[in-house]
Every structure is written in structure tokens, then in C-alpha cells.
């Protein structure tokens, strides 16, 4: 049997089509308000390692088709190369701050990684991992411009504005739409946290009032969700509208820092 398109898939891409959007938001949002080329490639950087979680994961696994797993060592090395050669060709010219943030997020991931293997990844506190790396690496990207470290610390709760709330969210969603009872007050409270983080930076200065707005639609999303809207969406159109949720707090939020609104 020849490898097909379903092992490539396998082999290649990761499976918790979630993940996707808390991967790349952060990246794009903070390339919109913040490029470089310096940032360019540890965005391209951190893509991949992102990546090379898919084929990582199935050759510790173990699987029994040898197809799968030549093709999940092919995609490995494939990712981490382009991981390394974008790294190395930046590594002399970053700032101090942004290695640091780049290595404490690596050092997440692989704990994660070790958390996965284990079985024990499958919780609501050990799915923050994932986005607060990502949000982290993002950091790195975005204290290139900038070492005010204000700026970056409002930055930072821009960024898990979107995921912290979200991954409640989600998961009280999901609890609804299979007919059980979930804690709406989780999402409700982290939702209206976040919001009023947010408001103060603002009010101080060191983040714009759009990045407020984006974190009120988030909220509302929520409210509509939870209490008003009908509990028989199908699982993959409510994954499109969180697709477009996401991508609508990252036009709004990047508008405000690039307008200064």
C-alpha cells in the first residue's frame, strides 16, 4: 500500500483543529502591529515547531504502521529544519528580552509535550499551556520593537484575553451541545476579567481602548452563546464561527494599536 493522502495528513498536520487559531492569532496579530524581519522568521520559527508536534507525537506513540511513522520522521526533520535555519538566522540580531521569552516558551511546550505523553493533558488547566507558550513566543516577537516592559506585560494580557476566556468558553460550549450541563460562571468571570484588565491598560495608556472592544465581543459571544442561542449547532460550524471570532478580535485589537485608538 503506498502512503496515501490520509497517512501525509497524519503524518503532517495536527489533529485538534483548535489549536490552529490560538497558534497563528497571536503570530498574526502581533506581526500586524509590531513586524520585523527578525520577527518575521521567529514567527515562521515558531509555526513549525508548532508543527512538528503532529509527527513528534506519533513516533513516541509508537504506532505499528511503519508507513505513518517514516512519514511522521520525514515531516519531523522537515520542521525542525526550517525551525532551526529561521532561528539561527536571527539569533545574533534579537534582543536579549525576546531570547528569554522565546526559551521560556520552549520550555512550556516540552513540558506539555512530556504532559501529552503521559495522559494527562486533557484538562482545562493544562490546555492554557498551549496558548500562553504561543502568547509568550509572540512577546518575543513583539520586544523587538519595544523594551518598555509596561508595554509588553499589557500586551501579554491582550494576548490571553482572547484564549483564557475562549478555552472556557469553548468547553461549557461543547458541554451544551451535548446535552450536558456545563460551569457557564467560568467563562462568564474570566470574560469580564479580562474586559476590565484591559479597560485599566487602556485608561493608563499602555494599550488601545479597540483592544477593549475586541475582549467586549468576545463577551457577548459568550452571553449568546451560553444562554440565548439554540444547543443543536453541529460541532464543526460552531469551530468556523470561533475561526471567525478569532480573526475579528485580531482586526480589531490590531487596528487599535496601529490607529492608537
Not at 91 to 120: D, H, P, T
Not at 182 to 204: D, E
Request: one cysteine or more; a positive charge; proline letters at 3%.
Amino acid at each position: 500500500m503506498n502512503l496515501s493522502k490520509l497517512h501525509i495528513k497524519q503524518a503532517a498536520l495536527p489533529s485538534e483543529h483548535g489549536s490552529w487559531g490560538f497558534v497563528l492569532e497571536p503570530l498574526i496579530l502581533t506581526l500586524m502591529i509590531a513586524y520585523s524581519p527578525a520577527g518575521f522568521l521567529l514567527s515562521i520559527t515558531a509555526f513549525f515547531l508548532f508543527l512538528s508536534h503532529q509527527p513528534m507525537k506519533n513516533i513516541f506513540k509508537k504506532y505499528k504502521n511503519k508507513r505513518l511513522l517514516n512519514a511522521s520522521l520525514l515531516f519531523l526533520i522537515i520542521y525542525l529544519l526550517i525551525s532551526f535555519f529561521c532561528f539561527s538566522l536571527v539569533f545574533s540580531e534579537i534582543k536579549f528580552y525576546s531570547l528569554i521569552f522565546f526559551g521560556v516558551a520552549i520550555v512550556i511546550m516540552i513540558f506539555y509535550f512530556f504532559l501529552e505523553l503521559l495522559g494527562k493533558n486533557r484538562n482545562l488547566i493544562s490546555e492554557m499551556i498551549v496558548p500562553i507558550s504561543i502568547s509568550i513566543i509572540a512577546l518575543s516577537i513583539y520586544s523587538i520593537k519595544t523594551l518598555q516592559i509596561e508595554f509588553i506585560i499589557a500586551f501579554f494580557f491582550v494576548l490571553l484575553a482572547r484564549s483564557i476566556p475562549t478555552i472556557f468558553y469553548v468547553h461549557a460550549k461543547l458541554l451544551l451541545i451535548k446535552k450536558k450541563k456545563p460551569k457557564n460562571s467560568t467563562s462568564i468571570i474570566s470574560g469580564n476579567l479580562f474586559s476590565i484588565i484591559l479597560f485599566i491598560s487602556a485608561v493608563l495608556g499602555y494599550s488601545p481602548y479597540l483592544a477593549v472592544v475586541a475582549s467586549l465581543l468576545l463577551l457577548i459571544r459568550t452571553y449568546i452563546g451560553l444562554f440565548v442561542s439554540k444547543d443543536n449547532i453541529k460541532i464543526r460550524t460552531f469551530g468556523i464561527w470561533e475561526f471567525i471570532y478569532g480573526g475579528l478580535f485580531v482586526v480589531i485589537t490590531a487596528a487599535g494599536y496601529i490607529l492608537k485608538i
